[in-house]
């Protein structure tokens, strides 16, 4: 998969012009915007959450809007409004910032859930409704979405269902101090946003993400996945496990990742890393264990640690 490689070490290496110390985070990312699917970045302000949307943006070239989620946000301001245009007699639709490639949704969970629930049609299938009129959305297209996981005065949690469409939750964590004094010297005059450039054309993009759909994934990894997804299920301290679309989210991620390291085909190794990230915002944790702060993450974890690991066959037929 050199293509794929290529186009995604070109980007990755962009980024890190701006987001520094955090490589892991940064191809995170990427992975979701190969697999054509969305983030939801869940830290405390100030990590750089809005800057790594604008810098993947730029490195792409593809067209973005940040929508700053509050309050008194109405649906028809993420889809649109159709407005009635005297002169031709007739209704025109005024697209709204959703019509965008990459979508910017800053603090989500400050709007209300009728307001959220504006991102469901577009997030799933990649189209808006306005006045029974349907629109299709722009190729590529993400949404990444970003929350403060500590300040709940004034937001509203989201709904399952919405949840379920993220493809991938990540926190990127505040740098260490060497990271730190980096990100000092790299904006004592200027931000470094203001000067990377395009590196990767949408036609690129476009192509590796469909080229991640020929990565082999062979059927003991498959069942390997399976096995992960239903152990969320029937986990002591989880309500709710994670559906189907995160069996398809964890496949699609390991095709991505493995394509990144040059691989064609998807290793277990692949999946136990992609696991908590993929997987633990889609689960519901019961309320006794919300009581003893049971985590998500942590339940994962600790079902990835007790799963037996298969074997690796770069084909069918020839075990490694």
């Known amino acids: 998969m050199p293509i794929i490689q ?31 699917g969305h983030v939801l970045i869940e830290d405390v302000p100030g990590v750089g959450k809005t800057m790594l949307a604008k810098a993947l943006a730029k490195s792409v070239g593809c067209t973005f809007q940040r929508i700053q989620f509050t309050p008194d946000l109405l649906p028809s301001d993420i889809t649109g409004i159709s407005m009635f245009d005297q002169r031709t007699q007739e209704f025109q639709f005024r697209p709204g910032p959703i019509m965008a490639q990459l979508v910017l949704t800053d603090e989500i969970n400050r709007a209300t859930p009728k307001t959220q629930s504006a991102l469901l049609e577009a ?46 939750r990540i926190t990127l964590g505040h740098p260490n101090r060497e990271q730190e004094a980096q990100i000092l010297d790299a904006q004592r005059y200027r931000h470094p946003i203001e000067d990377i450039e395009q590196v990767v054309t949408v036609e690129e993009l476009l192509q590796a993400q469909q080229e991640i759909h020929d990565v082999y994934v062979d059927d003991l990894v498959k069942n390997y996945i399976v096995a992960l997804v239903h152990a969320t299920r029937e986990y002591p301290d989880v309500y709710l496990g994670a559906s189907p679309r995160g069996s398809l989210g964890l496949y699609r991620c390991g095709q991505a990742w493995a394509a990144l390291q040059g691989r064609d085909y998807v ?20 309320p006794s ?18 799963e037996p690991v298969p074997g690796t066959r770069a084909r069918a037929g020839s075990r490694q």
């Not at 070490?9 to 992975?31: F, Q, T, W, Y």
């Not at 290793?267 to 019961?286: F, Q």
């Open 123 to 168: 997030m799933e299938e990649r189209q808006v409704t306005v006045d029974d009129r349907t629109y299709r959305l722009p190729e590529p297209f993400m949404v990444m979405a970003t929350q403060n996981p500590i300040e709940y005065e004034g937001t509203f949690p989201l709904p399952e269902a919405q949840l379920d469409r993220f493809l991938m």
């Open 289 to 306: 264990a919300r009581i003893r702060n049971v985590d998500t993450r942590a339940v994962v974890g600790n079902i990835v640690s007790a």
């Open 6 to 36: 290529d186009v995604g070490e070109r980007i990755a290496s962009n980024v890190e012009k701006v987001i520094i110390g955090k490589h892991d985070e940064v191809r995170l990312a990427l992975v979701a915007l190969l697999c054509q």
């Open 267 to 286: 290793m277990p190794d692949d999946i136990k890393l992609l696991a908590v990230p993929v997987l633990a915002h889609r689960m519901i944790i019961s």
